[in-house]
């Protein structure tokens, strides 16, 4: 089992959607007429917070052109552990299809990937106005939309919850000594990670059939109805345009339908009976 190959990009995927969901946040500055004067765009990277921290205490002077500038935001992942609670049956498998072939998918192990988004700022004000636009979407989860494996057509809804918000000031030393505000975001991410895909042997399944009996008693209640289903046009593939044709079908037997001989087998008295017809 291990050892076969196989990436679906999953992980990736997951931090690339997480970083989307703040490459967009501005701040603004008013002047005492309430006029807009400046509107920035936060700047966002990936990288822990002690990176960039570090950076920002090493180049003390704002007019060096090598000094990193604020405000700015950082994230990274910071754990992956299994989820017990969202747990499947480990031998569970579906069917899916690539467009032409059909495949044989076990359900997905649940994971959480643990997230830390770093808002640094020189202005307080900089800082609530970011994470007054971040905070209202997450009561506590937001959900986003993953295409997991592409090859299947595998989309799936990712909670991302808000853990819990931290804050720091690390202004120390001198009036020269630059000043950084640091507003910590842990998330959460439930995810799913999927193992290797193989084809199946099995085809599509092009007809339903559902008989209905008479009472819930399965040793002696009779059948009255049967409904069938099948695709139309019968050759429709996972990716065509079809519709269903139904038929029902009425019994006054007490046959039921074998689905290992694929046929109906007659009760004990309708079977003497018709060997008694037979006999005349």
Same mark, same amino acid.
């Given at each position: 089992?291990?050892?076969?190959?196989?990436?679906?990009?999953?992980?990736?995927?997951?931090?690339?959607?997480?970083?989307?969901?703040?490459?967009?946040?501005?701040?603004?500055?008013?002047?005492?007429?309430?006029?807009?004067?400046?509107?920035?765009?936060?700047?966002?990277?990936?990288?822990?917070?002690?990176?960039?921290?570090?950076?920002?205490?090493?180049?003390?002077?704002?007019?060096?052109?090598?000094?990193?500038?604020?405000?700015?935001?950082?994230?990274?992942?910071?754990?992956?552990?299994?989820?017990?609670?969202?747990?499947?049956?480990? =031998?569970? $498998?579906?069917?899916? /299809?690539?467009?032409?072939?059909?495949?044989?998918?076990?359900? %997905?192990? &649940?994971?959480?990937? *643990?997230?830390?988004?770093?808002?640094?700022?020189?202005?307080?004000?900089?800082?609530?106005?970011?994470?007054?636009?971040?905070?209202?979407?997450?009561?506590?989860?937001?959900?986003?939309?993953?295409?997991?494996?592409?090859?299947?057509?595998?989309?799936?809804?990712?909670?991302?919850?808000?853990?819990?918000?931290?804050?720091?000031?690390?202004?120390?030393?001198?009036?020269?000594?630059?000043?950084?505000?640091?507003?910590?975001?842990?998330?959460?991410?439930?995810?799913?990670?999927?193992?290797?895909?193989?084809?199946?042997?099995?085809?599509?399944?092009?007809?339903?059939?559902?008989?209905?009996? =008479?009472? $819930?008693?399965?040793? /002696?209640?009779?059948?009255?109805?049967?409904?069938?289903?099948? %695709?139309? &046009?019968?050759?429709? *593939?996972?990716?065509?345009?079809?519709?269903?044709?139904?038929?029902?079908?009425?019994?006054?037997?007490?046959?039921?339908?074998?689905?290992?001989?694929?046929?109906?087998?007659?009760?004990?008295?309708?079977?003497?009976?018709?060997?008694?017809?037979?006999?005349?």
């Amino acid at each position: 089992m291990l050892g076969t190959y196989f990436y679906h990009e999953i992980i990736r995927k997951t931090i690339i959607s997480f970083g989307t969901l703040f490459n967009n946040i501005h701040i603004k500055h008013e002047n005492q007429l309430n006029n807009t004067i400046d509107d920035t765009k936060v700047s966002l990277s990936y990288g822990p917070q002690q990176k960039f921290l570090a950076k920002i205490v090493e180049q003390a002077q704002l007019a060096k052109s090598t000094a990193i500038s604020l405000p700015r935001m950082s994230f990274e992942m910071t754990s992956i552990s299994y989820d017990p609670t969202r747990k499947a049956g480990v =031998t569970q $498998t579906f069917k899916a /299809s690539d467009g032409s072939n059909i495949k044989k998918v076990f359900m %997905p192990v &649940p994971y959480n990937i *643990g997230f830390e988004l770093n808002i640094f700022t020189k202005l307080n004000d900089d800082a609530l106005q970011i994470v007054e636009q971040i905070i209202p979407f997450f009561q506590p989860s937001f959900n986003l939309t993953v295409d997991l494996v592409k090859s299947i057509g595998e989309k799936r809804d990712m909670p991302v919850i808000l853990d819990n918000i931290s804050f720091q000031d690390d202004y120390e030393g001198d009036f020269s000594t630059r000043r950084a505000l640091i507003y910590t975001l842990r998330f959460t991410a439930k995810t799913y990670l999927f193992g290797p895909i193989s084809d199946s042997s099995d085809g599509l399944i092009k007809k339903v059939q559902v008989d209905m009996h =008479t009472s $819930t008693d399965t040793k /002696s209640a009779k059948r009255e109805m049967r409904y069938i289903a099948t %695709p139309n &046009p019968i050759d429709a *593939g996972p990716q065509d345009d079809f519709g269903f044709d139904e038929n029902w079908g009425f019994f006054t037997d007490s046959g039921d339908y074998s689905p290992t001989r694929k046929e109906d087998i007659w009760g004990n008295l309708c079977l003497i009976i018709m060997i008694v017809l037979m006999m005349l």
